[in-house]
């Protein structure tokens, strides 16, 4: 990742004031910009906002979308698709989101971000169930399995990164083979397994107007 590209994710961070997570595990450490300057980025930080219920619901929708890296188009298809499904359309959101194939492998440790997901998977270096997958977006259900290619090089970078976040807990919904370099769907995610704090009926109610 670029050093520009490296500033602009801290800055997104900064903007919605809380860990994103976009650059993985150094997220975790005194570096994070979070941490170290938990303000707004701009010249006047601290001047004074209106803050309307539009503009709270619209920072929500934003914090969730860069959180899990969704574009606009692709974040109201989850929505859509959350409407249609039984039980609460906030929770559903978020389910959907968290069985993304690059959350999962992130989550598992198998990748140093999201993004660094998206690369693994987009390169064709990330099974599902024994076979390849290219689409980041893929959703995996209870009883998937996934890992990476046999590639020396791929696992040799993989192995480093699961040692790196071996002691970050995991979610009751899935479980690392760390030997294997892969990991099991064990069940569907709830609204208990996601520690990112995000006020989700918020952006049910901006995405409902």
């Given at each position: 990742m670029s050093v520009l590209n490296n500033q602009k994710a801290c800055v997104l961070c900064r903007r919605e004031g809380v860990k994103l997570f976009l650059k993985g595990a150094r997220c975790e450490t005194s570096k994070c910009a979070?941490?170290?300057r938990n303000f707004p980025p701009g010249?006047?930080?601290?001047?004074?906002?209106?803050?309307?219920?539009?503009?709270?619901?619209?920072?929500e929708k934003q914090k969730l979308k860069r959180y899990y890296g969704v574009g606009e188009k692709q974040f109201t298809i989850y929505f859509k698709k959350a409407t249609r499904m039984k039980g609460n359309t906030g929770e559903n959101l978020l389910a959907l989101l968290e069985q993304r194939l690059d959350n999962v492998m992130f989550t598992l440790g198998?990748?140093?971000?999201?993004?660094?997901?998206?690369?693994?998977?987009?390169?064709?270096?990330?099974?599902?169930?024994g076979r390849r997958c290219d689409v980041a977006s893929a959703q995996v259900r209870a009883g998937d399995r996934v890992g990476v290619?046999?590639?020396?090089?791929?696992?040799k970078l993989v192995k480093g990164w699961v040692e790196e976040r071996s002691s970050?807990?995991?979610?009751?919904?899935?479980?690392?083979?760390?030997?294997a370099l892969g990991g099991k769907i064990t069940s569907t995610p709830t609204r208990a397994d996601v520690t990112f704090e995000v006020r989700e009926q918020l952006v049910i109610e901006l995405m409902s107007k």
């Open positions: 979070v941490t170290k010249a006047h930080p601290w001047a004074r906002t209106r803050h309307s219920e539009y503009r709270i619901q619209l920072r198998l990748a140093p971000s999201r993004k660094g997901a998206r690369q693994l998977i987009a390169h064709g270096h990330v099974n599902v169930n290619t046999e590639r020396d090089s791929i696992r970050f807990p995991l979610p009751g919904w899935i479980e690392r083979d760390t030997a």
